[in-house]
Nanobody
Framework: QVQLVESGGGLVQPGGSLRLSCAAS????????MGWYRQAPGKERELVAT???????NYADSVKDRFTISRDSSKNTMYLQMNGLKPEDTAVYYC??????????WGQGTQVTVSS
């Protein structure tokens, strides 16, 4: 069992920045993948960014060059630095963890609202 605890969501103005964190604990397998997904009202959940155990990353086109995903293996924590936020970034952001053993875990989500 893996537990994911998210933090860092909130209300920011357009053009502002926010940093999300996801702390993983429990029976963590070394070779795992983590990522951030988001779901806006009336839309399906979509990929934001992912990062592998060895640091390979990928981003959705809508956030590339504005968001940066990273992880600290010593703390089992993943981060998402969000810069140049836009109203269309407003969504619930979810932390995801998965392994090659087909074990998938989700966090509870944290609300990000971009509005003036």
């Amino acid at each position: 069992q893996v537990q994911l605890v998210e933090s860092g969501g909130g209300l920011v103005q357009p053009g502002g920045s926010l940093r999300l964190s996801c702390a993983a604990s429990g029976n963590i397998y070394g070779r795992n993948n983590m990522g951030w997904y988001r779901q806006a009202p009336g839309k399906e959940r979509e990929l934001v960014a992912t990062i592998s155990n060895f640091g390979a990353t990928n981003y959705a086109d809508s956030v590339k060059d504005r968001f940066t995903i990273s992880r600290d293996s010593s703390k089992n924590t993943m981060y998402l630095q969000m810069n140049g936020l836009k109203p269309e970034d407003t969504a619930v952001y979810y932390c995801k963890y998965w392994t090659s053993f087909i074990s998938v875990y989700w966090g509870q989500g944290t609300q990000v609202t971009v509005s003036s």
